[in-house]
């Protein structure tokens, strides 16, 4: 199984609202990370979590919180968000984020607006 | 700070015609080089890969790239490509920093096969 899932698959959501994005990978690897799209650009790196850690934190605002309650999840918690965060995003995972040499697994994304 | 760039937007291609997509990367040490595809609708997957050794590499559905150091170059090229090929290419650099790895993807290049 070489899938990482994502749900929901699109999400509108307002200003004031608090919703979850999540993620899901069953190929055991201890690397997870979320991207964000926005059109016609390319993916931006926003968190990377290694062995359920944060490790990697892009200067990403704190109205999005992610968490890695395992080695298989890894959720991003949105509040309080703006119009320009409506993107895709992507979540991916690796073997391991310390190697340099792994290969990403990308989902399929969420679609988010933010009205 | 690394980056990429794809020196071609949007390509329009005959099938049976060749392609050669160009990426040049901007940093000086060890890189990690992938090319990435998104099909329209579908997520992102590998396409191909270079970490060492043999700087032409082959991948999927008869693609191949050409690492050439001196030029910072991976450039992607198919002898000839087919309706099917039609999709958005993302060529990526995978830098392995901080006892991480961080990948940078480029600004795609969106590539339409007439039939």
């Known amino acids: 199984d070489t899938e990482v899932t994502q749900t929901p698959k699109h999400l509108v959501m307002g200003m004031t609202n608090k919703k979850s994005l999540k993620c899901e990978q069953h190929?055991?690897?201890?690397?997870m990370y979320w991207y964000k799209q926005k059109a016609k650009k390319p993916p931006e790196l926003m968190f990377v979590?290694?062995?359920?850690?944060?490790?990697i934190n892009e200067s990403v605002p704190s109205r999005f919180s992610p968490e890695c309650p395992n080695s298989s999840l890894l959720n991003l918690h949105l509040h309080a968000l703006q119009p320009e965060d409506s993107a895709l995003y992507l979540c991916?995972?690796?073997?391991?984020?310390?190697?340099?040499?792994?290969?990403?697994?990308f989902g399929p994304g969420t679609r988010l607006t933010v009205l | 700070a690394q980056s990429v760039s794809q020196h071609n937007h949007h390509v329009i291609l005959s099938e049976a015609a060749s392609l050669e997509l160009g990426c040049n990367y901007s940093y000086g040490g060890t890189v990690n080089l992938f090319w990435y595809v998104q099909y329209p609708g579908q997520h992102l997957q590998l396409l191909l890969k270079?970490?060492?050794?043999?700087?032409l590499v082959k991948g999927i559905k008869g693609f191949e790239a050409e690492f050439i150091k001196s030029k910072f170059s991976f450039n992607l090229r198919k002898p000839s490509v087919q309706w099917s090929d039609t999709a958005e290419y993302f060529c990526a650099v995978n830098l392995y920093s901080g006892g991480y790895q961080k990948v940078t993807f480029g600004t795609g290049t969106k590539l339409q096969v007439i039939p």
């Open positions: 979590y290694s062995y359920e850690k944060l490790s």
């Open positions: 270079y970490f060492s050794g043999d700087p």
């Open positions: 190929m055991g690897h201890r690397a």
């Open positions: 991916a995972s690796s073997q391991d984020a310390s190697g340099g040499t792994d290969t990403q697994y």
